[in-house]
């Protein structure tokens, strides 16, 4: 979801970082097709820079910061002074900073971010995630200080009679997103 988000707005003309904050579970590196090996970890603990790490994808406007080492401490490293050193550098430098970051119900990582963004956006799985998860992964966010912009729901039916995205609605209070 986020690299979407990065490429289409890189595509719109924006400078774009793309920062996978994911330590335990990194995707971004993988889904980009770039090498991940040394990334946001490895700056954070000042084993190398930033520049030495971000990787520019293809001939536009997106840079990439995979996760790097995997790290024994998650959570502490994206709580760090460094870690908002460089939020602060990345904001400067680029028009729009993702941080790619992993669920914020099963660890604190999301929550810890959230300090440092502007705001988050939950991602839903439709017909999967519950509204009382989705309820109390924003109210995680709030506990942390942070604030979510808003939802995206991912995992639309393609097919069938669900394919239009509406499904069977009505007025009543659903049970999933």
């Known amino acids: 979801m986020a690299g979407n988000l990065a490429i289409a707005l890189g595509e719109s003309g924006y400078r774009v970082a793309l920062v996978d904050a994911d330590l335990r579970k990194p995707r971004v590196a993988g889904l980009f097709g770039i090498e991940g090996g040394i ?18 994808w293809g001939r536009g406007t997106v840079f990439l910061l995979p996760a790097g080492t ?7 490293l994206l709580g760090s002074d460094a870690m908002a050193a460089l939020v602060e550098d990345l904001k400067a430098a680029f028009d729009v900073v993702i ?5 914020v119900l099963p660890v604190t990582d999301a929550a810890v971010l959230s300090r440092l963004t502007t705001g988050m956006l939950l991602v839903a799985a439709a017909e999967a995630t519950t509204i009382d998860n989705l309820t109390a992964a924003a109210a995680r966010i709030d506990s ?22 509406y499904g069977t609605y009505g007025y009543g209070v659903p049970t999933k997103v």
């Open 70 to 76: 995997t790290p024994p401490n998650p959570a502490e």
């Open 99 to 103: 941080i790619d970051a992993p669920p």
């Open 144 to 165: 942390a200080d942070g604030t979510v912009l808003g939802t995206v729901v991912s995992m639309l039916p393609i097919h069938g009679a669900d394919k239009t995205a």
């Open 39 to 56: 990334g946001l970890s490895d700056v954070l603990i000042g084993r190398v820079v930033v520049s030495d790490v971000m990787q520019r």
